[in-house]
């Protein structure tokens, strides 16, 4: 770690972004972690030259947002979470801080029950500790219930109907770490298990999906809140077969997931899903797997081998897009440059949107006084120059190399 080591500095002459809109020439104060002042620098300039003994960042006119959230991410730095221990845990959270993610869910596949409670166990531990970098806020579990038709990259040998006796096992085991749960809502028992999966206050999640759009809105009917990787894996929209798609572009309580890496939704595509959905009911996730942030070569995913070239990975067996390499800050470049939404609302599905869906919108997830000093500072090129998790600046980022 380096930078601010006190508990208290300030950032200046910043274009801060806030769920009220952009602050330009804006100053943040830190406290104890936590953000204690936003004003506009004006507004408060006598006051600050006053305090000089306060340590004081100049941003010199950069965009400072919130950290980004990632709901949807395997792993990273040569390291995945389904058999990371505690060194790659660390590894993984601090690959992805360095590319401006402040908190994650570790993210699982497809796998047998003892894998996926070896899993919780790994990331239960972690989170008991201090964590020096991106914080891990719960787990994601991708699977196993889903259909072998859409697997993808999901290991058929533990493809599963619901096993509610495996939930409450976790939920007894892990009280909270559980946030999502993605499923396929047409399997046998969905229906109760997307019930049981709310009444624990965990986000029910389709995906890996053979459901027909009645099928979805059913699920939804029953606490179905969540879409991964929408467009991929699941029911294509039709017109006269609108399909999985169709129901999650259309349902106002699903919120859909989107890996916003040119490789596996097309820029149309992503168009529309923002404007079907609105920028309040998408979030950016990076599907990243061990392969992000490492060499083109051959990987593994869920025990599934893997070849990434140009940084594109691929199952071998059958050419299956398998997880990406996208990072959080490569998601939120490209939908300003190549979508041409807006930094605010780029901010917002990569930082706010998540933050909301996992119930952690009170701490976290937008630039807040009173919430946790998560946030990045990033040039007009958006160029990641600063990371700051509970208000430590993290030493790698571009902006210390």
């Not at 006190?6 to 972004?17: L, M, S």
């Not at 993808?152 to 109907?161: E, T």
């Not at 030493?395 to 210390?400: L, Q």
Request: a negative charge; charged letters at 20%.
């Amino acid at each position: 770690m380096s930078g601010v080591t006190n508990g208290q500095f300030q950032i200046i002459n910043a274009r801060i972004v806030t769920p009220e809109g952009v602050i330009d020439n804006g100053i943040v104060r830190v406290k104890d972690g936590l953000i204690s002042e936003i004003e506009h620098f004006a507004s408060m300039y006598a006051e600050t030259k006053a305090d000089a003994e306060l340590e004081t960042i100049d941003a010199k006119g950069s965009w400072l947002i919130p950290g980004f959230i990632d709901v949807h991410v395997h792993g990273g730095a040569g390291h995945d979470f389904m058999d990371a221990d505690a060194e790659g845990v660390e590894a993984i959270t601090r690959f992805h801080a360095s590319n401006g993610t402040t908190s994650m869910l570790a993210t699982t596949l497809t796998a047998s029950r003892e894998d996926l409670t070896a899993v919780m166990d790994i990331v239960s531990a972690f989170m008991s500790k201090p964590m020096p970098y991106a914080q891990l806020v719960g787990v994601h579990l991708e699977g196993p219930f889903v259909n072998v038709k859409w697997k993808g990259a999901q290991n058929p040998a533990y493809i599963l109907p619901p096993q509610p006796d495996w939930l409450d096992e976790w939920v007894n085991r892990f009280p909270g770490l559980i946030k999502i749960q993605t499923l396929a809502p047409e399997n046998e028992g969905s229906l109760p298990y997307i019930e049981k999966l709310a009444a624990n206050g965990i986000v029910p999640s389709c995906g890996h999906t053979d459901a027909t759009y009645d099928q979805i809105i059913a699920a939804a009917d029953h606490g179905l809140r969540h879409a991964v990787h929408t467009f991929n894996a699941m029911t294509p929209l039709h017109h006269r077969q609108p399909g999985t798609v169709g129901a999650v572009l259309t349902d106002d309580r699903i919120v859909a997931e989107v890996i916003a890496d040119g490789h596996h939704v097309h820029p149309a595509g992503i168009k529309l899903i923002t404007r079907a959905k609105g920028t309040h009911n998408v979030i950016l996730v990076t599907d990243a797997m061990s392969a992000a942030g490492m060499p083109d070569g051959d990987y593994d995913l869920g025990g599934l081998p893997v070849h990434m070239k140009c940084g594109v990975a691929r199952l071998k067996e059958n050419d299956s897009l398998a997880g990406s390499t996208l990072t959080m800050i490569g998601a939120v470049r490209y939908l300003i440059r190549e979508i041409g939404v807006s930094v605010e609302e780029a901010s917002r599905m990569a930082s706010a949107n998540p933050a909301r869906q996992l119930g952690i919108d009170d701490r976290k997830g937008s630039l807040t006084v009173g919430k946790a000093a998560d946030f990045l500072l990033l040039d007009e090129a958006l160029e990641l120059q600063a990371t700051w998790i509970g208000g430590r600046r993290i030493s790698d980022t571009p902006a210390s190399h």
